[in-house]
C-alpha cells in the first residue's frame, strides 16, 4: 500500500496496513541532508540546494512518511552552526510595527479603519483566490506522487496575527479593554478567513483534489494555557471561527486543528466550533493525550487525531529505546480505532539528536506493521 492511499485510508477510518506517519516538520539540515541523499554545500543555506523543497520530500520518502500535513518546514538560514553541524535555533522573530504604541493604538489606528464584512466580500477575488488554490495544491501532490499524501492548509481566524503585527502588550491589553473593538477585528478577519474556506471547499469539491481534510488553526495558549480567559475567547473569538468553517463542513472537508501549548482549557470551545480532528498535544506542558485520543467530535464520531512524539523532550533529549517506546506507547492508544496519523507535536528542531529522528521513521515502519 502506497503511502497515500494508506493515509486517505486512515483519515476516513478504514482499515490500512498500518498507521501513517508524517513528515515536513524537521527543521534539522543534517537529517534532510543524509535522508535525502543530496549533498549541501557549506553545511545549510538555502540558496545552495537548487530546489530545497523537492530534497525535503526525497528526505521524507526515504524515510517512509506517507503523508505532509501543515507543510514543509526548512531550517534557517544562519552563518553560524552548533557543533552538531545544524543550524542553530533562532530566537522568537516577532516583528511589531512600531506604529502602535498601546492598545488604544491597536483599536484607533487599525480596527477601527478595517472595512466592513460586506465590503470584504465585495472587493474579494473568488476567482483568483480558486486558481491559486488549485494550482498549489496540485503542484504539492504531483510533488509527492503517490507515495505520500498532502493535505492542505485552510484558513481558521488567525489568533496570533495580532501579537506578531501589534506586539503582546497592545494586543492583549486591547483585548481585555476594549472587548466590542476587538470583535469587530476578529469579525474581518473571520469574514476572510470563512470566503477562503469557501475557495478551497468548492476547490476540493469540483477539482477532484486527493486529500479528505484540511489542516488550521492558530497559536493562542502558552505552556501556561491560553493568553487570555476561555471566557473572552468564547464571546470574541470562536464564535468567528465557528462561522469560518462551515464552509469547509457543507462540502464534508474534515477540518483538523493545530493544538499549540496548554490547550487543555479550550479543547471544549475548539470541539464546539465543529472541527474534526485534532494535531499536536504538548503532553509535557499537561495536555492530557491518552484522553484526546478516546474524545469524540461535536458529530459524535471519534477525532482524527495527529500525534504525538513530543518536540521537547523524547526526540531532543531522550535515548533511541526513548524513542521507540514513545513510538510504541502513541501506536498503541490508537491501535484498532482508524483516524490517527503518528506526528509529532510540533516542529523538530535542529539541536535534536540525528539518530533519533530516524529511529521515530524507521520503527514506526516496523511497530505499525508488527501490530
Known amino acids: 500500500m502506497k503511502g497515500k492511499e494508506r493515509s486517505i485510508r486512515a483519515l476516513n477510518f478504514e482499515e490500512t496496513d498500518r498507521i501513517p506517519i508524517d513528515g515536513g516538520w524537521v527543521k534539522h539540515a543534517d537529517f534532510l541532508e543524509r535522508a535525502s541523499g543530496i549533498s549541501l554545500k557549506y553545511k545549510f543555506r538555502r540558496n545552495d540546494w537548487e530546489n530545497p523543497l523537492r530534497a525535503a520530500v526525497q528526505a521524507y520518502r526515504n524515510v517512509g512518511a506517507d503523508v505532509i500535513a501543515y507543510g514543509i518546514a526548512l531550517p534557517e538560514k544562519e552563518d553560524e552552526i552548533t557543533e552538531r553541524g545544524c543550524i542553530k535555533i533562532r530566537g522568537l522573530n516577532i516583528s511589531r510595527d512600531p506604529t502602535y504604541k498601546s492598545p488604544e493604538d491597536v483599536v484607533t489606528k487599525y480596527v477601527e479603519d478595517l472595512p466592513s464584512p460586506k465590503e470584504v466580500r465585495e472587493n474579494f477575488d473568488f476567482e483568483s483566490e480558486y486558481a491559486d488554490f488549485t494550482c498549489r495544491t496540485k503542484e504539492a501532490q504531483d510533488e509527492l506522487g503517490e507515495d505520500m499524501l498532502w493535505i ?220
Not at 468548492?202 to 492558530?218: K, R, W, Y
Not at 465557528?242 to 471544549?268: M, S, Y
Not at 485534532?278 to 478516546?294: A, H, M, R, T, Y
Not at 535534536?352 to 516496523?366: D, L, S, V
Open 152 to 371: 492542505p492548509t485552510a484558513n481558521a481566524v488567525d489568533f496570533h496575527r495580532g501579537f506578531e503585527q501589534f506586539g503582546y502588550r497592545n494586543y492583549l491589553l486591547a483585548l481585555t479593554q476594549y472587548e466590542d473593538s476587538m470583535a469587530s477585528y476578529f469579525e474581518y478577519w473571520g469574514e476572510l478567513a470563512r470566503l477562503r474556506n469557501e475557495v478551497i471547499a468548492n476547490a476540493i469539491a469540483e477539482e477532484n483534489l486527493d486529500s479528505p481534510c484540511v489542516m488550521l488553526g492558530s497559536d493562542i495558549c502558552d505552556n501556561h494555557g491560553p493568553m487570555v480567559t476561555p471566557k473572552l475567547l468564547d464571546e470574541i473569538y470562536f464564535p468567528y471561527v465557528k462561522r469560518a468553517i462551515q464552509p469547509l463542513q457543507r462540502k464534508d472537508v474534515k477540518t483538523i486543528w493545530h493544538c499549540d501549548g496548554n490547550v487543555t482549557p479550550i479543547i471544549p470551545s475548539v470541539l464546539d466550533t465543529g472541527v474534526d480532528g485534532l494535531q499536536g498535544f504538548q503532553e509535557e506542558v499537561g495536555v492530557d493525550f491518552p484522553k484526546i485520543i478516546d474524545t469524540n467530535a461535536k458529530s459524535g464520531k471519534p477525532l482524527l487525531v495527529l500525534g504525538s512524539i513530543s518536540v521537547t523532550t523524547t526526540l531532543p533529549f531522550g535515548t533511541v529505546d526513548d524513542v521507540k517506546r514513545d513510538v510504541e506507547r502513541c501506536i498503541k492508544l490508537a491501535e484498532g480505532r482508524g483516524g490517527f496519523v503518528l506526528m509529532t507535536s510540533n516542529v523538530v528542531q535542529p539541536d535534536t539528536p540525528i539518530e533519533n529522528i530516524f529511529t521515530m521513521y524507521k520503527h514506526a515502519n516496523e511497530y505499525g506493521k508488527a501490530k
